[in-house]
């Protein structure tokens, strides 16, 4: 009798995730920028929050789509100083 098969999964706290497409994003979300302002790349994870949110089967909508590049994106500025 053959074992069944154990499915692959990522797990993050105590959360597992069993979705291919949501295990790449967790994977991929891991080394962005969150301590600093505007420094996490806007595209990516506009599309990781969809994907979390509204799972995997709905498509990224085309509206949501930049053709041209964001100033935030291209241009390198020191950050604000806190007072």
């Not at 069944?4 to 105590?14: D, K, L, M, N, Y």
């Not at 979390?52 to 500025?77: F, K, M, S």
């Amino acid at each position: 009798m053959a074992k069944p098969r154990a499915e692959s999964a990522v797990t993050i706290g105590r959360q597992s995730l069993r979705d291919p497409q949501l295990q790449a994003d967790a994977l991929a979300s891991e080394p962005m920028n969150f301590r600093e302002v505007e420094r996490a790349p806007e595209d990516a994870l506009n599309r990781i929050l969809w994907r979390a949110q509204r799972g995997t089967a709905e498509p990224y909508p085309e509206w949501a789509v930049h053709l041209i590049a964001d100033n935030d994106e291209t241009e390198d500025r020191p950050l604000p100083q806190p007072r």
